[in-house]
């Protein structure tokens, strides 16, 4: 199989695994990589130590590409009244929500 996206990527198949912030490993990404698709680290919730050590780790144990998907946006400002207003909009059907799903 050959395409410009696989070219690109230099990956066997198409396909990517998910980059999730938190359950993404060195080894997880190697393995997805050395099995010929692109491996992910999801870094969004990492120090940059942490990020580092994950990014090393996944060379010495791949020299296949991967992928490296960071959050590179401003923190929410906190704004009272929106807070007020999502909490007032909600307020009426957490209770049901609660019971459904067993939340105490």
Same mark, same amino acid.
């Given at each position: 199989?050959? =395409? !410009? $996206? &696989?070219?690109? $990527?230099?990956?066997?198949?198409? &396909?990517?695994? @998910?980059?999730? +912030?938190?359950?993404?490993? !060195? +080894?997880?990404?190697?393995?997805?990589? %050395?099995? *010929?698709? &692109? *491996?992910? $680290? *999801? &870094?969004?919730?990492?120090?940059?130590?942490?990020?580092? @050590?994950?990014?090393?780790?996944?060379?010495?144990?791949?020299?296949? !590409?991967? =992928?490296? %998907?960071?959050?590179?946006?401003?923190?929410?400002?906190?704004?009272?009244?929106?807070? +007020?207003?999502? @909490?007032?909009?909600?307020?009426?059907? $957490? !209770?049901?929500?609660?019971? #459904?799903? #067993?939340?105490?």
């Amino acid at each position: 199989m050959s =395409n !410009p $996206l &696989l070219s690109l $990527l230099d990956i066997d198949y198409p &396909l990517i695994q @998910a980059p999730m +912030a938190g359950v993404s490993t !060195p +080894a997880l990404a190697a393995a997805v990589s %050395n099995a *010929g698709a &692109l *491996g992910s $680290l *999801g &870094l969004g919730a990492s120090t940059v130590a942490q990020a580092e @050590a994950m990014i090393v780790a996944t060379r010495q144990l791949t020299d296949r !590409p991967f =992928n490296v %998907n960071l959050f590179c946006h401003a923190p929410p400002r906190r704004d009272a009244r929106r807070e +007020a207003d999502w @909490a007032t909009t909600l307020r009426p059907i $957490l !209770p049901a929500m609660a019971v #459904r799903h #067993r939340i105490r």
